[in-house]
């Protein structure tokens, strides 16, 4: 399908279905052996990682959990001080787990910085992050993915998960949002 038969604002398709594909296929390599033999867990952050985590999860070839937590992220500071608000927590006592947070986009940072630090409270057996894009000219904070399948330019991107205003998220490919 080609971008343009989508909609008006589909003009680019920056990430092809077949790349992405590809390179989650060598992501899920690269993690059955990191976590071979260990009891792994593997946490979406909802809602853009939703379509991220049902590939990934799919390209791992060991046995492991599947889990997703919903936050949400304020510009500035949340009332309580904290950049983000946990909307749906995990289940999971993440004592037991090598945890692998899967997020679809590390922009300034804020949000996977946060997640982090509230999930490290709870003492995992290991914590690491993929995340499917990095956008590292907008970063906020110190804050580094352990793997990012693709590096992209400050653009406003969506599909594959990512959203603008809610739409978007089914597009099969991630493609530019021309405004
Ligand atoms: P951060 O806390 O700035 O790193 O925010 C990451 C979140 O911002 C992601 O989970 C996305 O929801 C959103 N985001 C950042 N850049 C884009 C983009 O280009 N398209 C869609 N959503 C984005
Ligand atoms: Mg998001």
Do not use: W
Request: aromatic letters at 8%; proline letters at 4%.
């Amino acid at each position: 399908m080609s971008g343009k038969s989508f909609d008006r604002h589909i003009q680019e398709i920056l990430i092809p279905t077949q790349t992405i594909q590809e390179r989650i296929q060598d992501a899920g390599a690269q993690i059955s052996r990191i976590y071979a033999d260990k009891p792994l867990l593997l946490v979406g952050i909802l809602n853009g990682a939703f379509v991220f985590m049902a590939d990934l999860c799919r390209s791992i070839s060991i046995p492991c959990e599947t889990a997703f937590m919903r936050v949400r992220s304020y510009s500035g500071m949340s009332s309580q001080g904290n950049p983000v608000e946990i909307l749906m927590d995990l289940e999971q006592d993440i004592s037991r787990y090598h945890v692998l947070i899967a997020e679809d986009i590390l922009d300034t940072g804020r949000t996977l910085r946060a997640v982090t630090e509230i999930l490290k409270e709870r003492h995992p057996l290991s914590l690491r992050v993929v995340t499917l894009l990095d956008k590292p000219s907008r970063r906020a904070v110190d804050f580094e993915a352990d793997m990012s399948l693709f590096t992209i330019a400050d653009r406003f991107v969506v599909g594959y998960g990512l959203d603008y205003n809610g739409s978007y998220r089914n597009l099969p490919y991630v493609a530019v949002y021309t405004p």
